[in-house]
């Protein structure tokens, strides 16, 4: 069972435009979210974190949304460039469970395609 | 800072041989996590190492093991290689509990 979930496998998006990615979890336990960048060939690259004591992270073009209750999270560009084109991986965990931080839960990816 | 390496980057190995992955952390990271990476699983955990102990443990069979050294470079060894294993293999590393992993450029095994 898929603990955590992008059901969207692809989304376009006209350059200048916002993209939003989506995912959502199941586990309550887990207290720490990230988004990871993706090009083909290479391993994912860390884009921006959220604990779950807030709501809202940002990092210039990139936000991410928390809504705890729906067990949702959400990743906001904008404005969106070409060079985003990616896989984007949304990834979770539980940072209290045994002391350990390395089980990092990964969504299956949505790749973004940013149209000039 | 160099990031993280991973060797080597490509191995084609045949189906009942066994195969030993490197990766060598960012310097003063001490926490080496492997993933696997494949079309229908995704990325899926399968242990970290901290101090030359595996802490966590995903769900994979025995033939998955690892280790971890003092200078804190790590490695994987698959024995008995099935089809199956064929991936991307992603070690990723960071400094302690609470702080972010950063990601090597992946190993990719192709099993004939």
């Known amino acids: 069972d898929q603990q955590v979930k992008q059901n969207s496998p692809s989304l376009s998006v006209q350059e200048g435009r916002i993209s939003i990615l989506n995912c959502d979890y199941t586990?309550?336990?887990?207290?720490?979210f990230l988004w990871y960048k993706k090009y083909p060939a290479e391993g994912p690259t860390f884009l921006i974190s959220?604990?779950?004591?807030?709501d809202k992270n940002e990092d210039g073009r990139f936000t991410v949304f928390l809504n705890k209750s729906a067990k949702h999270l959400s990743l906001h560009i904008v404005p969106s460039q070409p060079g985003d084109s990616a896989v984007y991986f949304c990834?979770?965990?539980?940072?209290?469970?045994?002391?350990?931080?390395?089980?990092?839960?990964f969504g299956k990816g949505t790749k973004l395609s940013v149209k000039p | 800072k160099a990031g993280v390496t991973q060797t080597p980057r490509y191995l084609i190995k045949t189906r009942g041989q066994q195969v030993t992955l490197s990766c060598s952390p960012i310097?003063?990271?001490?926490?080496v996590s492997w993933y696997q990476q494949t079309p229908g699983q995704g990325l899926q955990f399968l242990f970290e190492?901290?101090?030359?102990?595996?802490?966590n443990k995903g769900n994979f069979p025995g033939r998955f093991s690892g280790r971890q050294f003092s200078n804190s470079r790590s490695e994987m060894n698959v024995s008995t290689l099935e089809l199956g294993d064929s991936a991307l293999y992603l070690c990723?590393?960071?400094?302690?509990?609470?702080?972010?992993?950063?990601f090597g450029p992946g190993t990719r095994l192709l099993v004939l």
């Open positions: 190492y901290f101090s030359e102990t595996q802490r």
């Open positions: 310097s003063g990271h001490r926490s």
């Open positions: 990834a979770a965990e539980n940072m209290n469970y045994g002391g350990s931080q390395g089980n990092l839960i």
């Open positions: 959220i604990s779950s004591i807030k």
């Open positions: 586990n309550s336990m887990f207290d720490y």
């Open positions: 990723a590393t960071s400094s302690g509990v609470g702080e972010t992993q950063y």
